[in-house]
């Protein structure tokens, strides 16, 4: 069984950082397709970062040039580096993965439980 356990979740200024870290049991980072999901209150779940294996991440328009995802295979952790947070980046963040699927929605088969993230204004 895949377990995925976020942590790096807080409370910052609008402009601050936040470095979220997802760590997977039995991770290999060729098998898995990761990314990070969020999920504001009355919102339907957004992919914002999707690490594909063997080619460049790709981002949600939303979080472009702002969030960058990156993986270290040695920890078994993929991180998701937040920069200039804005009021609306406000959510929980998911970290999923997946052996075969690799899009923008929530079709992951693995989920960790969340982290909250408050940007205040």
Not at 12 to 35: D, H, I, P, T
Not at 57 to 70: A, G, L, M
Not at 88 to 104: L, N, R, S, V
């Amino acid at each position: 069984q895949v377990r995925l356990v976020e942590s790096g979740g807080g409370s910052v200024q609008a402009g601050g950082s936040l470095r979220l870290s997802c760590v997977v049991s039995e991770y290999k980072w060729s098998r898995f397709c990761m990314a990070w999901f969020r999920q504001a209150p009355g919102k339907q779940r957004e992919g914002i970062a999707i690490s594909r294996n063997f080619r460049a991440p790709s981002y949600s328009d939303s979080v472009k040039d702002r969030f960058t995802i990156s993986e270290d295979a040695a920890k078994g952790t993929v991180y998701l580096e937040m920069n200039n947070l804005k009021p609306e980046d406000t959510a929980m963040y998911y970290c999923a993965a997946d052996h075969k699927y690799c899009g923008d929605s929530p079709n992951f088969r693995y989920w960790g439980q969340g982290t909250q993230v408050t940007v205040a204004s």
